[in-house]
């Protein structure tokens, strides 16, 4: 039940973001020329896992997480986003995502924020 409120919340939030529109990129951001918050979606898969450091973590996660995460920068912009705190992202079990999915290549001690990769 819970993991399909946490779904109803990332489908309403990606129909509010899709109509608003999001602004897009013109210069070269965390993320490249994609907004922050429109990589942020990617990262549905995720939802029980950035609440919960006991949550298993899917391997649809681990998979965005690898592709996100080979710019740190927009992994870590991407963690802090307005589209992550407001899905109820908690950013410090978000930032054990890289080491629950034993990604080798993370960025180990990459300062985001307050925060550290493990």
């Given at each position: 039940m819970e993991s399909k409120a946490r779904c109803t919340i990332w489908f309403l939030l990606v129909v509010v973001v899709v109509a608003t529109g999001l602004e897009t990129a013109r210069g070269s951001g965390e993320c490249g020329r994609v907004p922050?918050?429109?990589?942020?979606?990617?990262?549905a898969p995720c939802a029980a896992a950035t609440q919960n450091p006991r949550a298993a973590v899917p391997p649809t996660c681990c998979a965005q997480v690898?592709?996100?995460g080979r710019n740190?920068?927009?992994?870590?912009?991407?963690?802090?986003?307005?589209t992550a705190r407001s899905a109820g992202v908690k950013p410090?079990?978000?930032m054990t995502i890289p080491k629950r999915c034993a990604i080798a290549n993370r960025p180990i001690g990459y300062k985001c924020g307050p925060y550290t990769l493990p």
């Open positions: 922050v918050d429109q990589v942020a979606l990617k990262l690898r592709s996100i740190p920068k927009c992994l870590c912009a991407v963690m802090l986003s307005n410090a079990v978000a």
